[in-house]
């Protein structure tokens, strides 16, 4: 970001508050930052905060006040051909209606539409969940998405309205990391770039009979997420999926098994060369000992189904690994939550476990989104909020990543 400008547009929301943390990140990478606050933005943000993290003057109203400066007009044109590139966070229904309509009677309005056509608007839009859904902010989003906006999704969390849903704004080094991926074409250098990742998703089936099988609710998503983002890093993933209905992710190789016999055989062909191994399939812990062969009559009154117990696929790895391999895992607990993952955590040998409860509305299984809480060897512990199963992965790649870094500083 070294030496690039960047303009931050801020509205009139709650998350406002954040972004003097963002200007100072970008000013930490050696960006040039200026700031266009709206009358709105004004009153979450102090325009002194913003003046002293940027190094520069604040941009509010499009005229400057009578004598106070020198009386310059074109303020608006000059700022939109300084900028690489114009941040908007938060966005609000308001101002994403304004600049839909080619409004201009502010300085962000009137300098968003100065700005070069081959410049990058990163939006992140920032409200309550009903007003981000509504029929009018999504056709706002929609023009600006057609012209040359890049118009981030918000997160799902906990709103200022006390309510949950979808609407918050990322946090400052998510919002960096996107500006970064626009600006330079690709995600900042990642740790796990070039690493070979194997990923566990989706359940297994266990059969039963010809036409019958146990198995569990797990849709894939949790995986699939984790698999989508460790691309995006640069990793080499291959994802070793139990029946599941959804499309591979881009840059990914896939392996579609049905068993938990299956899944290890699968599995265990990577645990020597890979880097990372990713255990978010719900194994079903136990199979029929013998599957009947066709389909079973219903006769009796009574059957008898004996289980036996299944390899597990996660400890196979964790008991196996080099000093420079990781091993991440999942525990989905109903009670005694953290006490369990530890314990899992110790027992299989991992370097992280994600701890997720089986609610069925908001985490775990079948659902769009997960809370997860992080746990590492040395009992550090991270509890996330509520957020979309993609914004989870992100964040559990996260911490991975700073696992890779610290190894790689090991002597
Ligand atoms: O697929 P979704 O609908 O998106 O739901 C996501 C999820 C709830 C399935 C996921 O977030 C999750 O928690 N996955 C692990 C579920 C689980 O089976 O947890 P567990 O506590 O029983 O197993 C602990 C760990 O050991 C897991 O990493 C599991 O993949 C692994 N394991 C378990 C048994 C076994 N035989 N082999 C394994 O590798």
Redo the contacts with the bound molecule.
Sequence with gaps: MKGKNIIVGICGGIAAYKTPQLVRLLKKRGANVKVALTEGGARFVSELSLATVSEEPVYGKIFPPMGTEKMDFTRHISLGEWADALVIAPATANTLARLSAGLCDDMLSALFITLRPDKPVLIFPAMDGQMFLSASVQRNIATLAAQRCTIITPESGELASGLCGVGRMPEPEAILAALEEQLLGTKASSPLSGKKVII?????REKIDGVRFIS??????????IARAAAKRGAMVTLIAGP?HLPSPPGVERLDVES?AE??AA?EAFFKNCDLF????????YRPAEPYNGKMKKDDEQIELTLI?????????GMQKSPDQLA??????TQSGLG??RN?LAV?N?DL????F?DRKT?????DT?I?TLIERDGETTELPLLT?DGAAERLLDAIEQLCLKKAVKP
Excluded: R, W
């Excluded at 991440?328 to 607990?333: K, Q, R, T, V, W």
């Excluded at 476990?353 to 997720?356: P, S, Y």
């Excluded at 985490?363 to 659902?367: E, I, L, P, Q, R």
């Design positions: 566990t998703a989706g359940p297994t569990n609710y797990s849709s894939g998503k949790m995986g699939f997420a599941v938990a899944m290890y599995s990713i255990g978010a399939a719900a194994v079903s812990d117990k299944n390899p597990d696929i996660l400890a196979g790895f991440i895992g999942f525990a989905l607990e369990n993952a899992k299989k991992l476990i994600a701890f997720n089986f985490s775990g299984f079948d659902v997960n997860l199963k």
